[in-house]
């Protein structure tokens, strides 16, 4: 009997559990190597003095994701989380008094901007539109397929989504495109903030990016009832039975590769140092710091180009455990700032924290 493909995965993230678990699905051996005590990567907890906490994700979008991968892994999501569809998105606080509730039904959204804004109803249903157009576009070539094989452009749906190339708004910012549809400043900064989504500027971010709206609006939001934690510890549970071995408090220090044929690992296990050996390697750290620590690699093609990339933006958090019951907030809340291009050149242009932030609160009832 053939001995089965040893694979290692770097990170106990969600991407690397989700990895992982394809990979034992698919009869392959896998080691899932992660620094931490436990898996999470971003998408972890902390739990300090009756209080817990989500230290990354807030909100769940697109869930018939997450589902495939369950009933792939042949689970039931049903089985494993609890996933409620929020019924207010977002409430958004501005500075002069006003306050947008964000509703998930789009026309009682719409009706919500047409009263508080100089803006039409029909205008967001149309701006939905036009978000689900560029969804309907991109997301079989974008989304669910390997954009870096070339194979993937010659597929119908790839064929018919470049020769429409100007309906996925490409050419022009997300904060042009919002500024078409909408004349009221409070409705475009609403949609202008969805680029903060994958830490982008909106005076500068492809409009492509108003696909975000579509997916929160149109597909819907929703949270776990348990925390987002409860995915990632679904997924190890899954993880485990299906036979991946997990390595905590290891760090990776080396990706060992021949001329880019892989060798094997260099790892560092409380504060041991050893060899092992692997022919195919998943990384789920940063791409940069793949690169320049893992493969010490920072001349080659593909390294120089994603070292020239701008880095998304951070966010400064913290964690509060407040007593009380405060019912003019939602479980999302947005405080906008009052000079909204101003702040994105604070911090893309200036590199500083703005004086005026926007704040999100994210509130989890105990």
């Known amino acids: 009997m053939a001995k089965r493909k040893r694979i290692a995965v770097i990170g106990a993230g969600l991407g690397g559990l989700s990895a992982a678990i394809r990979l034992a699905k698919q009869g392959y051996e896998v080691d899932l190597f992660e620094q931490a005590e436990k898996a999470g990567g971003k998408a972890n907890e902390i739990n300090e003095k009756g209080f817990r906490f989500d230290t990354g994700p807030s909100l769940l979008t697109m869930p018939f994701v997450i589902k495939e991968l369950f009933e792939y892994s042949g689970q039931r999501i049903e089985n494993h989380l609890d996933v409620i569809p929020l019924n207010n998105l977002c409430k958004y606080f501005y500075p002069d008094g006003t306050v947008i509730n964000a509703y998930s039904n789009v026309d009682k959204f719409a009706e919500e901007v047409s009263t508080k804004t100089k803006d039409a109803a029909q205008s967001v249903k149309s701006y939905l539109k036009y978000a689900e157009k560029i969804y309907d576009l991109t997301t079989d070539l974008f989304l669910l397929s390997d954009f870096s094989n070339a194979k993937n452009f010659y597929k119908p749906g790839a064929l018919k989504t470049l020769f429409q190339i100007n309906k996925i708004d490409p050419f022009r910012s997300m904060h042009k495109a919002n500024k078409s549809f909408f004349k009221d400043p409070k409705t475009i900064q609403l949609f202008d903030r969805y680029a903060t989504y994958n830490g982008s500027n909106p005076f500068s971010a492809p409009a492509t990016l108003n696909i975000i709206q579509h997916v929160e609006y149109n597909l819907g939001a929703f949270i776990l009832k348990k925390g ?51 022919e195919v390697i998943i990384t789920n ?16 093609k593909s390294a120089s180009r994603y070292s020239k990339l701008e880095p998304s933006s951070s966010a400064l958090v913290f964690y509060w455990g407040v007593k009380g019951e405060h019912d003019n907030l939602e479980v999302h809340n947005i405080l906008f700032s009052e000079d909204y291009r101003n702040e994105f050149k604070d911090l893309f242009e200036r590199s500083i924290c703005p004086d005026d932030p926007t704040v999100y609160l994210y509130i989890i009832q105990i």
Do not use: P
């Not at 750290?285 to 080659?300: E, F, H, I, P």
């Open 285 to 300: 750290a940063d791409v940069n710091y793949t690169y320049n620590n893992l493969l010490k690699d920072s001349v080659s």
């Open 228 to 278: 987002v934690y409860s995915l990632v510890e679904s997924l190890y549970r899954i993880a485990k039975n299906k036979g991946v071995n997990f390595f905590f408090n290891c760090k990776v220090t080396q990706i060992i590769h021949d001329n880019y044929v892989i060798k094997g690992l260099l790892v560092n296990r409380n504060g041991i140092h050893e060899k092992k050996d692997y």
